[in-house]
């Protein structure tokens, strides 16, 4: 089992930044692909950003990649989604999930979820 506890969310205006962090305990955390996903109320949960067990792999969702950032610190098992020059359309409730074995980014593969946080951005 893997437990995962976010923080960070909040309220932030538009071209504002936020970094979430995501707290991981259970077990050998560098054995786990981690990922960020969100999701807004009617819609279903869509894919953020992905890195890999030992960081050198990222992915992120097309329309994100260039405004937010994914690393890691194996040391603190702790991932991290930083997030810059935010938009109204950012506005979720932001995921962070686990998953052994192979890296993808398939929401439906990812085996541990934390409870959430939510990110309000003001236009």
């Known amino acids: 089992q893997v437990q995962l506890v976010e923080s960070g969310g909040g309220l932030v205006q538009a071209g504002g930044s936020l970094r979430l962090s995501c707290a991981a305990s259970?077990?050998?955390?560098?054995?786990?692909?981690m990922g960020w996903f969100r999701q807004t109320p009617g819609k279903e949960r869509e894919f953020v950003a992905a890195?890999?067990?030992?960081?050198?792999?990222?992915s992120y969702a097309g329309s994100l990649k260039g405004r937010f950032t994914i690393s890691r610190d194996n040391a603190k098992n702790t991932v991290y989604l930083q997030m810059n020059s935010l938009k109204s359309e950012d506005t979720a409730v932001y995921y962070c999930?686990?998953?052994?074995?192979?890296?993808?980014?398939?929401?439906?593969?990812?085996?541990?979820w934390g409870q959430g946080t939510q990110v309000t951005v003001s236009s």
């Open positions: 890195i890999s067990g030992i960081g050198g792999t990222t």
């Open positions: 999930a686990a998953k052994g074995k192979y890296y993808n980014t398939y929401v439906s593969s990812y085996e541990y």
């Open positions: 259970g077990r050998t955390f560098s054995d786990y692909t």
